[in-house]
């Protein structure tokens, strides 16, 4: 196998043997394949464009198949043989309805792929059709390659949540299937493969723009809303992942049952929603980001629930207590595919839960978009009077890596006049800082999950307009962490707005050749992070 998708990779340059993420052989085999098969429905899609076939059903397919190709979702080979056969079916139906819409199909090379009919068959045809499996490929364009196809996995992940919820756009599926296109037929020339990097990162905008839509229209702009930390004398389920709808229907699900539901790791944000936090039985969250499942999820003394990444194999201690959803899959655990959560319910009702109220202290949520907007005349008059020195978005994922320390202590060591607006799972390792405030407006703000990207996004574009300045220019730096590659496609997004000067960490992705770096330093100045005393003093001088 080979695999240097993530962050974790090994040696920082790829798992050969198995995943450290626990990634074994033959479910990437399968998930390269798994790709392969997609980029084959795409070409099928590109050229139905062309003669007005249009199939809603296979940009659906497309969306959650990819989403399960990302790290730590889905570690379930069986369930990628049958991903993998219906993707195939869809190709073929596909193909023969573009071919009678008198549409041209020409497949080249290791296409149209004809799906062996067992799981040790897909397998070997996996290894021959990975991206690495391409002879004589350049380097840097490989890389290019790589970049495109790891964002365009991240593009679909959002695509897919704001799906859920009603927001769509054609555009997105078009990019999508164009990518996967290029991708299959692979000849282009370095320039155009960088283009299509950055058209990813404008598509990602705009997927990000259809997930905020698609989550405040169905729940609500976020409200600044404290979550206990501690816990509820009572039976719990854990909910972890991003899947607002997931959340949502287990909160109807479990209402007048006596169980009280507490976020892990992403699903933190949750609370500020008021469609969500409306459930008197929504309580608070438990634990931290989730490398630390495996601790956190054996003390919890109730059913657990994954409704999208990052699970890691599940332990002996809490193995019949977590349940997946969605795209997630682990061989072995229960599955829900249709959102009726009743065995999550009876496994919570069937376990202790807390036999007594835990106190613990609390974290404020909710500092999305509109919350830091509507305080924008305060924001912009405490930096024009010199209160505000500097804005910090220290944000991205978490990981294992001691390296990652870095991002705890740079929070601890910024000066009292900066602010720092976090998002995703990185917070966790300074979310629960006391930072105090500035004039009232908190020096510690939690814009909400990965998914909510959009929201800094226009917190940064409408500061630079009332400051009447570029975002470039503005007095904020971005810190940023990656782990997976959701993390690719917002960082494309960053690139594409032509933001400058970030700050990347705990290691640069080891799909960037040396070359391309050199093009993202020379044009961007995109630079790894160093230490927290180093990096600060740069900033603010
Ligand atoms: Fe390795 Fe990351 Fe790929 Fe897992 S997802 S196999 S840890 S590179
Ligand atoms: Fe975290 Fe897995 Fe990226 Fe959503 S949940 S940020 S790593």
Redesign the pocket.
């Given at each position: 196998?080979f695999?240097?998708?993530?962050?974790?990779?090994?040696k920082g340059e790829?798992?050969t043997k198995?995943?450290?993420?626990?990634?074994q052989p033959d479910v990437?085999a399968l998930q390269d394949l798994l790709v392969h098969t997609l980029a084959e429905l795409s070409h099928c899609a590109v050229a139905g464009r062309k003669v007005g076939v249009v199939d809603q059903n296979v940009h659906a397919f497309t969306l959650e198949a990819l989403f399960a190709t990302l790290?730590?979702v889905d570690f379930d080979a069986d369930r990628f043989v049958v991903l993998i056969n219906r993707c195939v079916e869809l190709r073929d139906a596909l193909k023969a309805k573009v071919l009678a819409a008198g549409g041209r199909i020409e497949f080249q090379g290791n296409s149209p792929l004809n799906p062996e009919t067992t799981k040790e068959g897909l397998v070997k045809q996996g290894e021959g059709v990975s991206l690495d499996a391409k002879p004589g490929t350049d380097p840097d364009v490989r890389s290019l390659q790589h970049t495109l196809l790891f964002g365009v996995k991240g593009v679909a992940a959002y695509a897919y949540h704001a799906r859920i919820l009603g927001q769509e756009d054609q555009k997105v599926y078009d990019f999508i299937d164009d990518a996967l296109d290029a991708l299959l037929t692979g000849n282009m020339p370095l320039g155009d493969w960088l283009a299509v990097v950055l058209k990813c990162g404008e598509i990602n905008l705009r997927t990000m723009e259809l997930l905020d839509l698609a989550n405040t229209g169905a729940y609500g702009h976020p409200v600044p809303t404290v979550v206990p930390l501690g816990a509820k004398k009572g039976k719990a389920i854990l909910v972890s992942g991003h899947d607002l709808k997931d959340l949502e229907d287990l909160l109807v699900q479990t209402e007048g049952k006596g169980i009280y539901v507490y976020t892990h790791g992403e699903m933190l944000p949750a609370h500020g929603y008021p469609g969500l936090k409306k459930y008197a039985h929504f309580y608070g969250h438990y634990g931290t980001a989730w490398q630390n499942q495996h601790k956190e999820f054996a003390e919890f003394p109730g059913a657990i629930l994954m409704t999208t990444n990052c699970i890691q194999k599940p332990q002996e201690g809490y193995k019949d207590n977590i349940f997946t959803a969605g795209t997630v899959g682990w061989p072995g655990v229960r599955h829900i595919p249709d959102r009726s959560f009743t065995p999550v319910i009876e496994r919570a009702l069937s376990l202790p839960g807390f036999e007594a109220d835990r106190n613990g202290r609390s974290v404020t949520v909710g500092f999305a978009r509109q919350t830091v907007l509507g305080v924008a005349d305060k924001v912009i008059e405490a930096v024009k009077e010199g209160k505000i020195r500097h804005f910090f978005l220290v944000a991205g994922c978490d990981g294992a890596k001691p390296g990652r320390n870095y991002y705890t202590e740079f929070v601890e060591k910024l000066p009292q006049d900066t602010v720092v607006l976090t998002l995703a799972c990185g917070k966790f390792r300074f979310f629960d800082k006391n930072l105090g405030d500035i004039g009232g407006i908190p020096r510690l703000l939690d814009v909400g999950q990965c998914n909510d990207a959009y929201s800094a996004i226009q917190v940064a574009v409408a500061l630079a307009q009332a400051f009447n300045v570029g975002v470039n220019e503005l007095p904020l730096s971005m810190i940023l962490s990656w782990y997976?590659q959701k993390a690719v496609a917002i960082l494309l997004t960053l690139l594409y707005l032509g933001i400058k000067d970030m700050r990347l960490g705990p290691s640069l992705p080891?799909f960037i050749t040396p070359n391309i770096l050199k093009v993202l330093v020379e044009n961007y100045n995109i630079k790894p992070i160093t230490t927290p005393e180093e990096d600060i003093k740069a900033i603010l001088g």
């Open positions: 196998m695999c240097y998708q993530c962050e974790q990779t090994a790829g798992c198995s995943g450290v993420c626990g990634k990437a790290t730590n997976e080891a």
